[in-house]
């Protein structure tokens, strides 16, 4: 399972020119899920997730998470995480979740994200989505489950 998450001051997401998710502070997170994912994986990613302290504090410090500020969700499934583009070109996705079971995994975190955070927005599993945002510092950080959940 891969996160990458940007901090951002606002973010939003459209399909079909319909806007149909949106934040201000908080964290914008795509959502890469691989066949190998489970529950037991996205609840240790997720905990991490939300517990990552990179909004600054009184001192200008990085010491503060997302619950700390009040901050919202932007929750976005991206296959495309697991591009593997060893050979030629065209990038592989033979790595990236079956579709039911990536979106199944997609939902479950969505609603673990709920149980902990008040504002919660989410974009559309397997839809053409038009993605804005405006990232924060720029501040973006990677969280692949092969690192945390050794």
């Known amino acids: 399972m891969r996160f990458v998450i940007q901090r951002v001051n606002e973010a939003s997401v459209k399909v079909d020119n319909k806007e149909i ?12 899920v691989s066949n190998e994912d489970t529950k037991e994986i996205a609840d240790k990613m997720i905990k991490k997730m939300i517990n990552l302290r990179i909004f600054d504090d009184a ?10 500020v009040n901050g919202e969700l932007l929750l976005v499934s991206q296959f495309t995480l697991y591009a593997d583009c060893k050979k030629g070109n065209r990038p592989s996705f033979i790595n990236a979740g079956k579709p039911d079971m990536a979106n199944e995994m997609y939902e ?28 924060d510092g720029p501040f973006t950080i990677v969280l692949d489950s ?3 959940c050794k």
């Open 21 to 32: 998710g949106s934040i201000n502070k908080g964290f914008l997170v795509l959502i890469g």
């Open 108 to 135: 479950y975190i969505i609603s673990k994200c709920k149980e902990e955070i008040e504002v919660v927005e989410q974009g559309e599993f397997g839809a053409d989505m038009k993605v804005s945002l405006l990232n």
């Open 59 to 68: 001192d200008g410090k990085t010491n503060l998470a997302l619950k700390d």
């Open 146 to 148: 092969s690192e945390i």
